[in-house]
């Protein structure tokens, strides 16, 4: 288990957890942003991926979870420069009005239609 270094989790919190077999790792001294990046996405997982879904064992979640994070890192629209995804470079923009009125949009479902992908078809 992960946790702060508050004074609020005295020793014996520690021993009691150590005596059920849980390792405590503290935090690092003046980190306060240290485990806010990872707080947000498990937040962004549970809200879009696991409140929707029926786990049933070990290797469903582990599938549901690698969709996800592929999903997360490769499609999804972030609030950066232009919503662009983390792992591509920004999409053209169409400047051409004929092609902006004829827009072909392809849907994908991911998950069974828990996720959905959008694109430009060709």
């Known amino acids: ?11 014996l ?14 935090s690092g001294v003046r980190m306060p942003r240290m485990n806010s990046i990872m707080e947000r996405w498990v937040q962004t997982c549970r809200r ?3 409140d929707r879904t029926l786990i049933w ?9 690698h ?14 420069i232009a ?3 983390p792992l591509y470079p920004l999409p053209t923009q ?17 998950l069974g239609g828990i996720l959905h992908e959008y694109e430009h078809a060709a």
């Open 48 to 50: 879009e991926l696991l």
């Open 67 to 80: 969709e996800f994070e592929q999903f997360y890192n490769r499609h999804r629209p972030h609030q950066g």
């Open 94 to 110: 169409i400047a051409d009005p004929d092609k902006m009125t004829r827009l072909s949009v392809r849907r994908r479902e991911r």
């Open 1 to 11: 288990m992960i946790r702060d270094r508050d004074a609020k989790f005295p020793e």
């Open 83 to 85: 919503n662009a995804r």
């Open 57 to 65: 064992n070990q290797r469903h979640l582990l599938h549901a979870l």
């Open 13 to 26: 919190f520690d021993a009691i957890l150590a005596d059920a077999g849980i390792n405590v790792v503290l």
